[in-house]
């Protein structure tokens, strides 16, 4: 069952910006929280940023300063918004619920494409 919905993935030149988005039919956190995930080609799946339900964040230090993850105030959209983009940010995108720890996950959907460009 598709519990998330990524969105707002495209093509982007090095240096700019992208505001992706994860909706819910529901409240958003059905468990711990909400992340973000990545995985570029040929490499592993990796956490992003998370953000609890108590709405405290975390992000990855390879994302850190560029990256802010949030919440709507209803709870039912999750956004990360990715800015100045590198080259090695290109990936799908994902977004799940996680429960006990960062690898505890719902089901994977599709994803969304964020590809960046040189």
């Known amino acids: 069952q598709v519990q998330v919905v990524e969105s707002g993935g495209g093509l982007v030149p090095a240096g700019g910006s992208l505001r992706l988005s994860c909706a819910v039919s529901?409240?958003?956190?059905?468990?711990?929280?909400i992340g973000w995930y990545r995985q570029a080609p040929g490499k592993e799946r990796e956490l992003v940023a998370a953000?609890?339900?108590?709405?405290?964040?975390n992000v990855a230090d390879s994302v850190k300063g560029r990256f802010t993850i949030s919440r709507d105030g209803a709870k039912n959209t999750v956004y990360l918004q990715m800015n100045t983009l590198k080259l090695e940010d290109t990936a799908v995108y994902y977004c799940?619920?996680?429960?006990?720890?960062?690898?505890?996950?719902?089901?994977w959907g599709q994803g969304t494409q964020v590809t960046v460009s040189s």
């Open positions: 529901g409240s958003t956190f059905r468990g711990n929280g």
């Open positions: 799940n619920h996680y429960y006990s720890d960062y690898d505890d996950v719902g089901s």
């Open positions: 953000i609890s339900s108590g709405g405290t964040v």
